[in-house]
């Protein structure tokens, strides 16, 4: 038995860096740690298959290769989405999408776009992870609980005495949500007030009565006027959502009221928002796309230039339009449904079981557990590097696009010597 210690989790973005994990000739599986997430995924056996797979039958893996070349140099409408996979992962994707013609998308980039979407109309003043543990007297914590998405949020970054704040003190308010059952057990004794506004059905009016009270509109009796003299009070506050928890027709509007909240805070005191999302290295890919592209992802080559449309190039939008689509799922061995009548070309963990079988299926490995990657963090600030675990002789990400690159490079050539054999 081999026991690897202060393993790196690559999976939710928090980057937790404490993970115990339990080696045998089986395979690998972690002690608990209090993250359902880690606890699950990081548990691998060595026992899989490393064969593709054509319509659920066994092929060679340099048969596939070849096929794979083939299907995406055949597409009138490519499209590459998913794109769960490490920083050199992606920007092999992002090679083939400008050689093929193909629009990227991430899997999560709902939550993503939902934010960026108003720090385009109005900018914003967010802070980090680090800010958060170290600086902040005072969480506000916006909506649905982020540690529905974020296990370990509490634990590791709010729940340590500050470093900065000379006596330690520091509050969570909960706005218009609840804390888990394990947040509670968590933070006992920090939680200043919990469910505050509940009663009110939208987020999008309870922050602007929160807004109305920071200017000094608010109804008599408002309990949002106590909440925005707190604010006011704090030597520096952190305002924090997870939109893609968000269940409202327009969650974008919660995000511009939060925005515009903060700033009305940081007039008079610190206070600055932390907005969270980032699972399978998605703020990784949107850094990738925008080193590569000047863009953020939704963005397309089939103009022969980079062009960025988020409507347009959501890949849910995309797989009803592509006829073929390369989906990349490196860390997790879930699925969400394709809905296309287009090609499906599939690189994920072995363990994965698709329902019905792609058109062809190439397993890959997992960064941080077959093979070394880097992934960025959910406050997009801090890359960082996951070491493989275990060798299971499972390719990475990069190393299958890059072999399907250079196959695509191949073709050309032979098609350009055909042609000119043939006197064209």
């Known amino acids: 038995m081999t026991f690897h210690p202060d393993t790196l989790c690559p999976f939710c973005g928090l980057g937790c860096g404490d993970i115990g994990i339990d080696q045998d000739d089986s395979g690998i599986a972690p002690r608990p740690s209090g993250c359902p997430q880690a606890d699950r995924l990081f548990r691998r056996s060595m026992a899989v298959p490393t064969n593709a797979r054509m319509t659920g039958t066994a092929f060679a893996m340099d048969d596939a290769i070849i096929e794979a070349a083939r299907l995406l140099r055949a597409g009138r409408a490519p499209s590459i989405a998913g ?200 703020i990784g890919a949107n850094q990738a796309c925008a080193w590569r592209t000047g863009f953020p992802l939704r963005t397309g080559f089939d103009e022969g230039v980079p062009l960025h449309d988020p409507e347009r190039f959501d890949w849910r939008q995309r797989l009803r339009d592509a006829d073929v689509t390369l989906w990349i799922s490196a860390f997790r061995p879930e699925m969400p449904p394709l809905n296309t009548g287009g090609t499906i070309i599939m690189l994920a963990p072995p363990e994965m079981v698709v329902t019905p079988e792609p058109a062809l299926f190439i397993p890959v490995g997992t960064p941080g557990i077959d093979h070394a990657g880097d992934v960025f963090r959910a406050d997009s600030v801090v890359a960082l590097h996951a070491g493989a675990l275990i060798d299971r002789g499972l390719p990475s990400v990069a190393t299958v696009i890059g072999r399907i690159l250079a196959t695509l490079d191949d073709t050309a050539v032979g098609d350009a010597v055909t042609r000119e054999a043939a006197g064209c």
């Open 83 to 282: 794109l769960a996979a490490d920083v050199d992962g992606v920007l092999a994707a992002l090679t083939l999408a400008e050689r093929i013609g193909a629009t990227v998308d991430h899997e999560r980039s709902e939550a993503l776009f939902r934010n960026l979407a108003v720090l385009r109309r109005f900018g914003w003043s967010a802070t980090t992870l680090a800010e958060l543990r170290n600086r902040c007297d005072l969480v506000l914590v916006v909506g649905p609980d982020p540690a529905a998405a974020f296990p370990r949020l509490w634990e590791r970054w709010v729940l340590p005495e500050p470093a900065f704040i000379a006596d330690g003190a520091r509050s969570i308010v909960f706005l218009g949500g609840n804390p888990l059952p394990e947040t509670m057990q968590c933070l006992a004794g920090r939680i200043e007030a919990s469910g505050l506004g509940g009663g009110t059905p939208d987020l999008t009016t309870l922050v602007g009565r929160l807004r109305a009270a920071l200017a000094g509109r608010a109804m008599d009796g408002d309990p949002m006027t106590a909440l925005a003299a707190r604010l006011r009070a704090a030597r520096y506050a952190v305002v924090v959502w997870a939109a893609g928890l968000f269940d409202a027709p327009q969650p974008d509007l919660i995000v511009e009221g939060l925005v515009r909240l903060i700033r009305s805070v940081d007039g008079t005191t610190r206070c600055a928002g932390l907005p969270l999302s980032g699972a399978d290295n998605l």
